[in-house]
């Protein structure tokens, strides 16, 4: 049973920091490995999606990469902002699953001025 | 290009009433995903299905809940005899197919009182 963790459950940091959100998964065997964001009260928004045979996407000041046979990806937040403020959620889907996401728990960050 | 609609936002049931979400993919769209996220907890899916299929339904509750995905329509996800239990945000999501980026809904809030 494929198992998602994200590592910290939370993290403040001041505007301006590069930061890292980690998240590790249990069964190597995924599909592809999406990054979200939700804000309270909302639904997600899509970051990132890296193919299994991907290493790294990247989108303005988001790179997120992707080691599929240690089970670890990280997104990579540069010069951050009051903006970014939200909870990051990683989340899996397994070959032959059917494009069923197993999410990690999130990561809640907090951007101050 | 309207995203993925899902209502109503909010939704308040007594016990052992009846809640219907609605969940209208984004345009050209053949693919729903259910999810259930309950307080503090991460998202957990629930039903995945296309136009008149269900595809997978192995995070569906047994009894109670059900789902559907008519030829013409939103998608429904039906609980008969709601319990405090199923308080929960339910969000929709959808795809053009399988394995592609899954995009979200803003969410349905139930709170069963």
Known sequence: ?113 | NAGVMQNPRHLVRRRGQEARLRCSPMKGHSHVYWYRQLPEEGLKFMVYLQKENIIDESGMPKERFSAEFPKEGPSILRIQQVVRGDSAAYFCASSPGQGEKLFFGSGTQLSVL
């Open chain 1, 1 to 113: 049973k494929q198992e998602v963790t994200q590592i910290p459950a939370a993290l403040s940091v001041p505007e301006g920091e590069n930061l890292v959100l980690n998240c590790s998964f249990t069964d190597s065997a995924i599909y592809n490995l999406q990054w979200f964001r939700q804000d309270p009260g909302k639904g997600l928004t899509s970051l990132l999606l890296i193919q299994s045979s991907q290493r790294e996407q990247t989108s303005g000041r988001l790179n997120a990469s992707l080691d599929k046979s240690s089970g670890r990806s990280t997104l990579y937040i540069a010069a951050s902002q009051p903006g970014d403020s939200a909870t990051y959620l990683c989340a899996v889907i397994n070959t032959g699953t059917a494009s069923k996401l197993t999410f990690g728990t999130g990561t809640r960050l907090q951007v101050t001025l």
